[in-house]
């Protein structure tokens, strides 16, 4: 709802760079998770992982979901019902995120450290993945 609403009164300035955010954004939180994870000694890798902290997961959070402005913006030119279509959104990422937290914890204890350079790693893939489709439609 909030991307619908900040993409009808922002899209012409955001739409035009909103790739260039995500993939700096995605890209700078990435590669400083890769770079945590060799920092890590031997004896820190069998420790239970550190906890991000919440500015780091609200900017990854908005870094992720830039795009969804741009796409709330398109989906008030629908007229469909919005309330619907953000119940639905909003339920699949709460179902989505809760999973992905208990799943993280099993294997954030397991992996260690290779979790937070893959996770980094995959941050970098998804910005670099945004740019090129962005690019591509130019």
């Known amino acids: 709802m909030a991307g619908w609403a900040l993409g009808l009164a922002a899209a ?9 955010i995500a993939f700096a954004l ?4 990435g ?4 770079f945590a994870s060799f920092a890590a000694s031997s004896e820190d890798a069998q420790e239970k ?12 959070g908005f870094a992720t979901s ?3 402005m741009v796409v709330g913006v398109g989906l008030a030119f629908l007229n469909e019902d919005i309330l619907l279509i953000a119940a639905a959104i ?22 260690g450290k290779r979790a937070e350079m893959l996770g980094g790693l ?7 993945a945004i740019l090129v489709e962005h690019l591509s439609k130019i």
């Not at 012409?12 to 260039?20: G, I, L, N, R």
């Not at 590669?31 to 890769?34: P, Q, Y």
């Open 49 to 60: 992982p550190n906890r991000h902290g919440f500015w780091l997961l609200a900017l990854t």
């Open 122 to 128: 995959m941050l970098i893939g998804i910005g670099s």
């Open 26 to 29: 995605l890209a700078g939180l």
């Open 90 to 111: 909003g339920l699949t990422t709460f179902v989505m995120v809760t999973v992905g937290v208990m799943v993280g914890r099993v294997l954030g204890t397991m992996v």
């Open 31 to 34: 590669a400083r998770m890769v």
């Open 66 to 68: 830039i795009d969804a």
């Open 12 to 20: 012409s300035y955001v739409e035009a760079w909103d790739h260039w």
